[in-house]
């Protein structure tokens, strides 16, 4: 495939440089950008995009009422401050979420999540993991575990803190 001709001519090239990581590597980047691309157009179809998505589902987890503050929001998801606030007023006004004050500080807001806000993401959700589980339909079971096994423990190797 692709990866292997560039293994094989940067190997050629360059015999000193370790590129059979890019085995792996090479084709982990190509795999998240064709499953970004597939993200971007399913959740296009319901005025969304991946960072909505992730804001949304966020919220979904959160403890009833569905409620998070900004704070946790951006950290969470690893945004600035400035825009997640551009991204809340974006849902805010569609009434995806709602701010609320906070009940701890009156000072600050909290960010919930409305029921249209639910089931849009539940929808765009729903519709986006039945893609990636057709996607994966090639590998079976013990292949798709093994994957994941092994996926998670490099995600934990770079991400130590957090735990992937």
Do not use: C
């Amino acid at each position: 495939d692709w990866i292997d001709n560039v293994v094989e001519h940067w190997s050629a090239l360059q015999p000193s440089l370790p590129v059979e990581a890019y085995h792996v590597t090479g084709r982990i980047s190509r795999i998240a950008a064709r499953l970004a691309q597939g993200q971007d157009e399913i959740f296009a179809r319901y005025g969304l995009n991946r960072g909505d998505v992730g804001v949304l589902s966020a919220l979904v987890m959160a403890r009833p009422p569905h409620t998070l503050s900004p704070t946790q929001l951006f950290r969470g998801l690893m945004l600035s401050s400035a825009g997640m606030t551009k991204r809340l007023d974006r849902l805010e006004r569609r009434g995806l979420v709602k701010r609320r004050p906070d009940p701890k500080d009156r000072r600050g807001v909290m960010i919930q999540l409305s029921e249209s806000g639910r089931r849009l993401v539940a929808k765009a959700v729903a519709e986006n993991t039945r893609t990636e589980a057709e996607i994966l339909k090639g590998l079976g079971p013990k292949e798709r575990r093994l994957l994941a096994d092994s996926l998670r423990a490099l995600l934990h190797e770079l991400e130590p803190a957090t735990g992937g």
